[in-house]
């Protein structure tokens, strides 16, 4: 998925209200009624897996900022509509220290001797000997499903558990302490509320969390691996669906059918654009017809359970072979790809893949009679005259956001060194405008992008994404075979669901 580069701070989140103008008050007698004769909860859970990495990302974060409080919080619900909310997922950097996945969390790191101590502080669960278990649709566990309460939380994630109710206390004393504090801020703005406004420190703390992700180690990159594999089953499920889909929505709902399936969910919006559609660059409307004779640009990816994001695209020809014209553009695309690619190898500049794939991109269009000046003119700096049919840079930083580390130094990102064991993406793509009277008719409405996952190593790089044809011969072959070959939509890598 191209890398915007911009954020902005959510408002603070409504609350999600415990009960709803249609909902009826319950008799004292239903509620005596209610909270008697259940079984104990069962005993605590077991540990979460991978808890080691964990441990050891707070201790390298402790190890960053030695005597000093660090404040990290996950975020709430947020309203859809109303009284409806989106599926909820975790603050990136929480998850990322603790593994916890529920709302409303709060990492405390507290210093002491020899680095910090972690306190997690979450949701109480009163059992059902409290009538909140049913009477409230925002928390109860009868309404959404049961917390793993304060005793539960410290046993899975190994960490010291309080409650909620428990942290207003607990942070002023903090404040009467009088410690050096940082907070990761536009997450909660509640809790940003309760500490005064220190700008840089608290930039430095988020830039320090976005740096720690640059480097995957082996469990991180094993992940991302599982998300790809998905996503190529993702997209043979639309491939074999395609002979029969009519718009680019059955495209959507059948490759995230796959990330409900086999993930949390989809990294982002997918992108499912037909036609001309592929020319606008974050075209996720996806309600446009699929027309035999044009192409399809599918950018797409799984978010693995672990939250870590696959991000891929292949342009593929809805009617099976590309037309000599949709030949000839991705082919060039495909060249400055293997460009990008040759760059992709440790000390080299994060930005020289994406100098590669526009030189080879700039002469390509000359060649083609598009670009109107010679590709050298166009290269320079000050000009930059490609971007008018090639927008968007070739790589960002993937993991558990698709556009991973993105408050890291632009030193150590984007004017920075490509590092063993980085993740990124190569996604160079072409896009000519229906009414860009400097192309030729025959190029008008083609839209092309081949985006691959990239992790770099000691002596160079492996593309994560390999095993998903992009040679335009191989990806008609792919498509035969799949259309060729019964539905696997409920199959996974382990088997039929």
Known sequence: MLDVRTK????????????????????QALLDFMITEWEPRAGLPAPLEGLEHFRARREALSQRFPGEVLIVATGHEKIRANDTTYRFRPGTDFYYLTGNREPDGVLVLTPEAGGHAARLYVEPNPGKGDKTFFTDRAKGELWVGARL?????????????????????DLGALREAVKPLR??????????????????????F?????????????????????????????????????????????????????????????????????????????????????????????????????LYTADIT???????????AQREIYELVLESQRAAFAEC????????????AMKVLAHGLERLGILPMPAEEALVETNQFYKRYSLHGVSHMLGLDVHDCAKAREENYRYGKLQSGMVLTVEPGLYFQLDDRTVPQRYRGIGV????????????????????????GDVERWMRACAASPSSLFATADGPV
């Open 314 to 324: 292949r342009t593929v020809p809805i009617g099976g072979r590309f037309s000599p």
């Open 183 to 204: 907070v990761l801020r536009g997450i909660d703005p509640q809790l940003d509320a309760q500490f005064e406004v220190a700008q840089e420190r608290d930039a430095e």
């Open 449 to 472: 992008r081949i985006e691959d996952d990239v992790v770099i190593t000691e002596d160079g790089h492996r593309v994560l994404s390999e095993d998903i044809p992009r040679e335009s």
């Open 206 to 306: 988020a830039t320090a969390l976005s740096e720690l992700r640059l480097i995957k180690d082996a469990y991180e990159i094993g992940e991302l691996e599982k998300a790809v594999a998905a996503t190529k089953r993702g997209f043979e499920d639309v491939l074999r669906a395609l002979p029969g889909s009519r718009t680019e929505r059955h495209v959507e709902g059948t490759f995230n059918l796959r990330a409900r399936v086999e993930g949390n969910d989809v990294g982002y919006g997918t992108i499912a654009a037909a036609g001309a559609h592929a020319c606008t660059l974050h075209w996720t409307r996806n309600d446009g017809a699929l027309r035999h004779g044009e192409l399809l640009l599918l950018d797409a990816g799984v978010e693995a359970v672990s």
């Open 345 to 356: 190898a440790p000390g080299n500049d994060f930005l020289a893949p994406n100098a590669a």
């Open 8 to 27: 902005t701070t959510d408002p603070t989140p409504a609350e999600v209200p415990a009960t709803a103008s249609h909902d009826q008050g319950p008799p």
């Open 149 to 169: 309460g304060v005793p539960e939380s410290a046993a899975r994630y190994g960490i010291e558990a309080r409650g909620l109710p428990e942290l207003e206390a």
